[in-house]
């Protein structure tokens, strides 16, 4: 049997596995050693999460941004929180007015439509926000990109507070503030937080000015947690701090969201892990500004009786299902479309029937079928708007930044990408693109890669492990759930589940020591499991219909007589 994937294990580093990290069991040296941590007191900060917040007054602006909210409070003037229409700032937009409204606002949200409004400030919602009275407008998760819409505010007579944690570019807005940690001159000490996370800090900010109101910013850090680990930032730091105590705070919250939420995913509130936000709460809550407008998602965020949240939970439910479906959908045209013989070096289709929202979806699915870079448009009146994702060994942007003159607008990093462009000049885009990954990725063999953190022994794998890899939690961007490789193990059974599509493995170790094994999406290779085999796989707990067992999660596997 072949692995479906290159195996990789990170290698011991010499400085972290000396008497300071002694103290620490086996397993959690080396992954606090993988994780860049060699000091004692630094690890046992990193396994507690009680690292101190920072001062939101560290941030650069904020003391200006707490001092004119606070006066446009004072002569009772109206404010617009202006968010995005994902997770992060459906989230923040929440925290931020839920916290205004405590100190006695006139408030109100504005969200563009993805699809009538695109990403970010418009001249237009502009135009309506100061029509309508609006004194002020605080961006949140957006706006450091929009200098000219910033202008258009002002010469309109109507401020505007910038909150917004994406790099900004050549010209920082001439705002009242630009509270972003990543903008030049701003010493913050930490520089990854979210957008929600900026809304904290800001509404923290807000709360610490009005001590007579009695209220706390961490009452909120339940969106903070939802918020941060959507958006896929990194759980690293302060972000660590903000997510371990936002999940303490879910597992007990009364937020009628978090219970309708927990119902609809079928999930224990007291089992709310950053996997749930990631596979579950998620999802639902980007759906409704995928396929139409992001309105659901946050009124579900505002709902106060469980009544109401329910309703909107059920609806976002199904707006999930239609995305689900609709993503599937353009993912197998888009695979049918760019074929295998010869494979293109990047996986390109676009068509009018793709929904605008979803093509970054799949475009993941796409990258993570053919493993290629992919980009996946929807075209609109002669325009393509389309989403690029990449795979480890080709740099995305760069590669954009080669063919910059062919679009009207583009962006992202080197994994992830959007940009707009003619249908005229798409056929020339997708040429260079597939040159310029020819050139990059000559004599790559292209398979995905998986990496463990270290080998174990099957003996290894008992609940005091368990109880270790939690305190690593929560898991997610530069902090992955760990994967390790056991060698040599015996396939005592197997049967397939899920109408065929899974595989339950029974293996056993030389020794004698037991273990159950689920490989999802990998039912075909049954007929071609060999006697023993080695395993790439992740250790947890099963629950099922109350009975709780330890179990592998095998993300591949091989012979085990293949070279290591």
């Known amino acids: 049997m072949q692995p479906l994937t290159r195996w990789k294990v990170l290698s011991p580093h010499q400085n972290g596995l000396d008497n300071d990290l002694a103290v620490f069991p086996r397993v959690q040296q080396r992954m606090l050693s993988n994780r860049g941590i ?14 101190p917040l920072h001062s939101p007054f560290l941030l650069d602006g904020m003391q200006e941004a707490v001092d004119f909210i606070n006066r446009i409070l004072l002569e009772k003037r109206k404010i617009a929180v202006y968010g995005d229409y994902d997770v992060d700032g459906v989230t923040a937009s929440a925290l931020l007015i839920q916290v205004l409204r405590k100190l006695g606002a006139d408030v109100i949200s504005y969200i ?5 409004e695109g990403y970010g400030v418009n001249q237009e919602a502009i135009h309506h926000l100061q029509s309508d009275g609006i004194a002020l407008t605080i961006t949140v998760d957006c706006g450091i990109r929009s200098p000219n819409e910033v202008s258009y505010a002002k010469s309109r007579g109507m401020e505007m507070i910038i909150t917004d944690h994406h790099e900004p570019g050549d010209e920082i807005p001439d705002a009242v503030a630009v509270i972003c940690p990543r903008k030049p001159g701003d010493n913050y000490p930490y520089k990854h937080l979210a957008g929600v996370g900026l809304a904290f800090k800001l509404a923290d900010a807000l709360i610490k000015s009005h001590p007579e109101q009695k209220l706390d910013a961490r009452d909120w850090l339940d969106l903070v947690a939802i918020g941060t680990v959507a958006d896929v930032v990194p759980l690293t730091g302060e972000n ?6 936002g999940l303490d705070l879910l597992r007990k919250t009364d937020r009628p969201a978090i219970h309708a939420l ?25 759906a409704a500004g995928r ?23 059920v609806e976002l439910n199904d707006k999930n299902r239609q995305r689900q479906e609709v993503t599937r959908t353009i993912q197998a045209q888009a695979i049918n479309d760019i074929g295998q013989d010869p494979l293109p070096m990047v996986a390109a289709s676009a068509h009018a029937s793709y929904n605008r929202g979803v093509v970054g979806l799949a475009a ?15 075209i609109d ?36 990408a959007g940009l707009t462009i003619s249908e005229e000049n798409w ?38 492990l368990l109880d270790e890899i939690a305190e690593f939690e929560p898991f997610g961007a530069e902090n992955r759930e760990p994967i390790f490789l056991i060698r040599n193990l015996t396939v005592v059974s197997s049967k397939l589940i899920g109408g065929g599509e899974h595989l339950s493995l029974k293996l056993k170790s030389n020794d004698s020591a037991f273990i159950d094994g689920v490989a999802f999406r990998q039912g075909n290779r049954q007929p071609e499991l060999p006697e023993k085999i080695d395993v790439m796989g992740k250790f947890n707990k099963n629950v099922y219909r109350g009975q709780e067992t330890l179990q592998l999660l095998i993300q591949d596997m091989r012979s085990a007589e293949a070279p290591a």
Do not use: W
């Open 38 to 51: 060699f000091d004692r007191d630094e690890g046992y900060l990193y396994l507690r999460q009680s690292g």
């Open 427 to 464: 056929p020339l885009l997708i040429e260079r693109m597939n040159a310029l990954a020819e050139e990059e990725l000559e004599g790559i063999q292209l398979i995905p890669s998986i990496t463990a953190e270290m080998e174990l022994t099957l003996d290894y794998l008992r609940q005091s």
């Open 240 to 245: 660590r701090c903000l997510v371990k105590s």
């Open 291 to 313: 396929l139409e407008t992001a309105d659901q998602a946050f009124r579900l965020m505002m709902s106060e009786t469980l009544s109401e949240a329910r309703l909107l939970a």
């Open 364 to 378: 993941s699915k796409v990258a993570e079928h053919f493993y290629r870079p992919a980009i996946v448009g929807a």
């Open 262 to 286: 927990s119902e609809v995913s079928q999930i224990y509130p007291a089992r709310i892990n950053s996997r749930t936000i990631g596979f579950s709460f998620g999802p639902r809550l980007n």
């Open 381 to 416: 009146d002669g325009m393509i708007h389309a989403s690029c994702r990449s795979i480890e060994e080709f740099n995305m942007i760069r590669a954009l930044d080669q063919c910059a003159e062919l679009m009207m607008k583009y962006g992202g990093h080197a994994m992830a």
């Open 112 to 116: 563009p439509n993805r699809f009538e």
